[in-house]
């Protein structure tokens, strides 16, 4: 069993930067592949990156890649998120989530932080 919990949102203005943490409870955090995902107003739920359990593979959803920055620390059992450039259409609340056995299939959410940026 693993318990997310984020923090780190705000309200920023276009261009500004934000860094969500996301701190996990649980020894065996570090056999988890970790993920961000994001869902605005009105939209569905959308995958914002991904890193695997050694940090030595991460990915990025095209709407964020090139400005979102995931990492994590193993020996704190946190996962970061760091957002530069950051743009109105970023605006939403955002989870990170523990992916099981199944690649791509995460089954541990956190309660979600949101990030408000201002035009």
């Known amino acids: 069993q693993v318990q997310l919990v984020e923090s780190g949102g705000g309200l920023v203005q276009a261009g500004g930067s934000l860094r969500l943490s996301c701190a996990a409870s649980g020894r065996t955090f570090s056999t988890y592949a970790m993920g961000w995902f994001r869902q605005g107003p009105g939209k569905e739920r959308e995958f914002v990156a991904a890193i695997s359990w050694s940090a030595g593979s991460t990915s990025y959803g095209d709407s964020v890649s090139g400005r979102f920055t995931i990492s994590r620390d193993n020996a704190k059992n946190t996962v970061y998120l760091q957002m530069n450039s950051l743009k109105p259409e970023d605006t939403a609340a955002y989870y990170c989530?523990?992916?099981?056995?199944?690649?791509?299939?995460?089954?541990?959410w956190g309660q979600g932080t949101q990030v408000t940026v201002s035009s």
């Open positions: 989530a523990a992916q099981g056995r199944v690649p791509g299939k995460y089954v541990y």
